[in-house]
């Protein structure tokens, strides 16, 4: 919350604008494409599993795994503060629990697995 409370006026309109749309369109039932949505699911995260396994054979790699670790939990923490601050506890809360929790309980721990992958081998 401290930065989503941070943002100036303008910002936090256009951030409350988006996301009111992306609200709307759900509950319109937007015909959404599964597969192409799958696929390019699919693709972002393998590469970021290939980004964080690469990475981790190098010394120097190491900051890229946190880095890329800190940005992912950075961007997570500030979509669910700007839903909460746009929809309220209540409503925003319902919003995270059905659209967000199941993807980021399989994908935290995928993540942390990635990254200390190549560190127990050693």
Same mark, same amino acid.
């Given at each position: 919350m401290l930065f989503i409370n941070n943002v100036n006026e303008?910002?936090?309109?256009?951030?409350?604008? #988006?996301?009111? @749309?992306?609200?709307?369109? /759900?509950?319109?039932?937007? !015909?959404?494409?599964?597969?192409k949505l799958f696929f390019s699911s699919v693709r972002k995260n393998l590469f970021l599993a290939l980004l964080l396994?690469?990475?981790?054979?190098?010394v120097i790699g190491v900051l890229v795994v946190?880095?890329?670790?800190?940005?992912?939990?950075?961007?997570?923490? #500030?979509?669910? @503060?700007?839903?909460?601050? /746009?929809?309220?506890?209540? !409503?925003?809360?319902i919003f995270i629990i059905s659209s967000m929790l199941l993807q980021n309980i399989i994908f935290i721990?995928?993540?942390?697995?990635?990254?200390?992958?190549?560190y127990k081998a050693v």
């Open positions: 303008a910002q936090g309109q256009e951030i409350s604008s #988006y996301i009111s @749309s992306f609200v709307e369109k /759900t509950k319109d039932n937007a !015909s959404i494409d599964y597969i396994w690469f990475s981790g054979l190098t946190y880095g890329t670790i800190c940005f992912r939990g950075f961007c997570l923490g #500030y979509s669910i @503060s700007s839903i909460i601050a /746009t929809l309220g506890a209540k !409503s925003g809360g721990p995928t993540i942390f697995a990635l990254a200390i992958s190549r």
